[in-house]
């Protein structure tokens, strides 16, 4: 997201866990200056649960969750591109669609 941006470097990963449980972590590409995170989430095909991305900030040395539930498992579903970035919406009042897990 534009908030956590700001914090980003080379230590930050990305993961994808639904009910969780991690089903994938990100491989980090620059595209135009910009950094993305490319993950496969894996899952059983009778899976249907929503993706919770957790985002670590290697600089704030804290994770961060994602409070976006409109991203559901599908078989061979395609959220977002290096062109066409997905970023998770928010449903809360907080600019950034992460909120940060303490303990």
Known sequence: SPVLETLATDGDKMAAFIGGECRGVAKTVMNDGVRLFFIHVKAPSS????????YYSAAAKRTYVSVASDVRYEVDKI???????????SSSRDPSPYLPRYG
């Open 47 to 54: 899976e249907n649960g929503n993706v919770e991305f957790r």
């Open 79 to 89: 959220y977002g591109t290096a062109d066409a970035p997905a970023i998770p919406t």
